[in-house]
């Protein structure tokens, strides 16, 4: 369980050769996501369903439309949340739920992002009924008590100080999210500040599952090796009785435009300094996604980019350095990140690093650069089509995001007309110079890095 950030699953070579085929040669690649059948219950509860013969895998999730962004009083809920799933029901003892799958050999997990709260099985056909069964268990009888929070609150606190109060890495992201968000809640970590998670009542637990665990925020997602139709019957039957909520609020903040560079430093007793900078971009299904994207692989996607060969090859000032176009369903960041090397100027690596992104904006792109970074993102969107999950995840992710399910043959059309101008006007309008948040991780003057 934790949360987790999106990402294509990796392929093996004989497949990533076919697919690389087809996407050169433009062929029609059948997509099962167009075959999904969508059933609404009376109670509001979305299921979508596909049956894929491809693999002898189910793949089953909940997607909860909740994640930190819709938190008020306390930070963290949905996170803490994710956990409390696992902690038993009137019916079954804790960790139960997860023991009944994988003794039969399945999968189970979950993970809570700063929009979503996803829950998922992978198993093989004759598992998907129990399996709908303990969903449906966990959904109506969840047991919130005052031992059941203590516990989970301790490893919520453990995850924190593990993943974030003890790691450069996560003292730079956290500080970057709320120095490029000052008002919409995406400022907040998912796992919560320390203060909130160690002050959560009860109470304000069982308000918040009552809320935003009624069957008209769920959205069910079934892809796999099985038969709609019973899985479908036993869907009504085990979720039909919950009851839809009154009312879901939402959180109304937006983020006002930035108008000017921010700059913050972060000390921390870390063995070598780390660049962190952000700006603001798009949210989710906007018309330039795709020309960032490819801008993002050109500029920092894996070890042949641009960041990786001047910072890290050329110029030896880092020792990794990488970025991503980050789609939100609210907002989006386009980001840049180097782990300066313990012998190197830091002044000097973000140096090269702005003036990578300057030329971005400056220079069109090489064509042979713009054919190899497209080409890159269409296998992996193809890729995706190789695991039920991940054909699962992004189904979910369509639906409860942008509210329809896009076609690939419309995304692969859409990276295809990615030109070289429009990667550099999306960098002239995205990434400006005032328009960025700038984080440096450095140790405190005169503090020994640890060993």
Request: charged residues 25%.
């Amino acid at each position: 369980m934790g949360s987790r950030a999106r990402a294509f699953p990796s392929a093996p070579a004989v497949l990533l050769g076919f697919l690389l085929a087809a996407a050169a040669a433009a062929a029609d690649v059948a997509d099962p996501a167009a075959r999904t059948r969508v059933e609404t219950l009376p109670n509001g509860l979305t299921a979508l369903l596909v049956e894929d013969r491809n693999t002898p895998v189910v793949s089953f999730q909940v997607w909860v439309r909740v994640g930190s962004k819709d938190e008020s009083r306390y930070t963290g809920l949905a996170h803490l949340f994710e956990h409390m799933m696992f902690r038993g029901t009137k019916r079954l003892p804790p960790e139960r739920h997860g023991q009944l799958i994988q003794a039969r050999g399945g999968r189970v997990n979950a993970y809570t992002t700063r929009d979503v709260t996803v829950y998922f099985e992978d198993v093989t056909a004759e598992t998907l009924p129990l399996v709908i069964d303990l969903e449906a268990e966990r959904f109506a009888n969840l047991r919130v008590t005052e031992e059941t929070l203590a516990s989970e609150r301790e490893v919520v606190l453990e995850e924190r100080r593990l993943r974030t109060e003890t790691r450069p890495e996560g003292q730079a992201f956290e500080a970057l999210l709320a120095l490029a968000f000052q008002s919409h809640p995406y400022r907040w970590p998912v796992i919560g500040w320390r203060s909130d998670v160690e002050a959560v009542s009860v109470e304000a637990c069982r308000d918040f599952f009552r809320t935003y665990y009624a069957p008209d925020n769920l959205v069910l997602v079934v892809v796999g090796d099985f038969e709609a139709e019973p899985a479908l019957a036993r869907i009504r039957r085990r979720f039909g009785a919950l009851e839809a909520a009154s009312a879901i609020p939402r959180n109304p903040t937006r983020e006002p435009e930035q108008r000017g560079e921010r700059q913050a430093t972060v000390q921390f007793e870390a063995r070598a300094p780390i660049l962190a900078a952000a700006w603001h971009a798009p949210p989710a299904g906007h018309a330039d996604a795709e020309a960032l994207d490819v801008a993002s692989q050109i500029l920092s996607a894996g070890r042949s980019s641009r960041l990786y060969r001047r910072l890290v090859y050329e110029e030896r000032q880092a020792l990794a350095a990488h970025g991503a176009y980050w789609e939100l369903q609210q907002a989006g960041l386009f980001y840049a990140w180097a782990d300066v090397r313990p012998d190197a100027s830091l002044e000097r690596a973000e140096s090269l690093l702005f003036g990578e992104i300057a030329r971005l904006r400056e220079q069109p792109v090489a064509p042979e650069e713009l054919a190899r970074a497209k080409r890159q993102l269409e296998v992996a969107l193809l890729a995706g089509l190789e695991r039920t999950s991940s054909l699962a995840s992004r189904i979910g992710s369509d639906w409860v995001l942008l509210g329809r399910i896009r076609p690939l043959e419309e995304r692969l059309a859409a990276y295809r007309r990615v030109s070289a101008e429009d990667v550099q006007r999306v960098a002239r309008a995205y990434l400006q110079d005032a328009r960025r948040s700038v984080i440096r991780v450095v140790a405190p003057a005169g503090a020994v890095a640890p060993p």
